[in-house]
């Protein structure tokens, strides 16, 4: 259970970080496990997460290779802001990614 409320935990703050970043609102509350569209929905969250991060990272590097070229609009700092986003939203759907593994294998051992 306590596993349960640590993936819903990173879901949110992986929410509320993709909507901090985009500048838009955070979504609704995530779908209970009853919702019958609740596997739908978690494969939509998961697909948009990943491209999320995607675009993060190439924000990062299209940033870092402005600077190294000396382009005066892009400082430092915007550079380390960038990259440590992309480096978050990484660890966090890394994080989720092996959450969904230990319990996919947990499944998988149950008898049946």
């Keep these: ?9 990173v879901l949110a703050q992986m929410r ?19 919702d019958p569209t609740a596997a739908g929905n978690f494969a939509e969250l998961l697909k948009q997460s990943v491209a999320r991060v995607n675009e993060l990272q190439q924000e990062s590097d299209t940033l870092r290779t402005a600077l190294e070229l000396g382009d005066p609009n892009v400082s430092l700092p915007q550079v380390m802001i ?29 008898p049946v």
């Excluded at 259970?1 to 993936?7: E, K, P, T, V």
């Excluded at 901090?20 to 509350?29: E, H, S, V």
């Design 1 to 9: 259970m306590s596993d349960n409320m640590a993936i819903q935990q």
């Design 16 to 34: 509320s970080l993709q909507a901090q970043a985009g500048g838009a609102t955070p979504p609704a509350a995530a779908p209970t496990a009853a």
């Design 82 to 110: 960038a990259s440590e986003k992309a480096s978050v939203a990484f660890q966090a759907t890394l994080q989720v990614r092996n959450k969904l593994v230990e319990a996919y294998k947990e499944i998988m051992n149950m």
